[in-house]
């Protein structure tokens, strides 16, 4: 018995398999941009907006030149606040 589906029921299978993992794609890529566009920032990931260490963050802060922000005992940095620090070093 030769339970083999015809071709045209495998390409339906197999198109409905394409769609959905393209569909996880896309939720998954758009989760990631939603996160990547949050307000609050740890240190290491306002690092990684201005492409520098997280120790020159730590030192913006002392320096006062980003503002003293604490969420839940931790440092965080407003991402506004690394827009508008960037905004300042522009000419």
């Known amino acids: ?7 045209s029921a495998l390409d339906l299978l197999i ?6 993992v393209a569909d996880r794609v896309v ?3 758009d989760a990631r941009e939603s996160r990547s566009q ?3 920032l740890n240190v290491p990931e306002a690092a990684e907006v ?3 260490k997280p120790q020159r963050i730590y030192e913006l802060r002392s320096a006062g030149r ?4 604490v969420e839940g ?19």
């Open 66 to 69: 980003l503002p003293r922000t």
């Open 50 to 52: 201005l492409r520098c």
């Open 15 to 20: 198109d409905e398999f394409v769609d959905r």
């Open 38 to 40: 949050t307000e609050l």
């Open 27 to 29: 939720h998954r890529l």
């Open 73 to 91: 005992g931790r440092a965080v940095v407003r991402r506004s606040d690394l827009e508008r620090l960037v905004g300042e070093d522009s000419p």
């Open 1 to 7: 018995m030769n339970s083999a589906l015809p071709a």
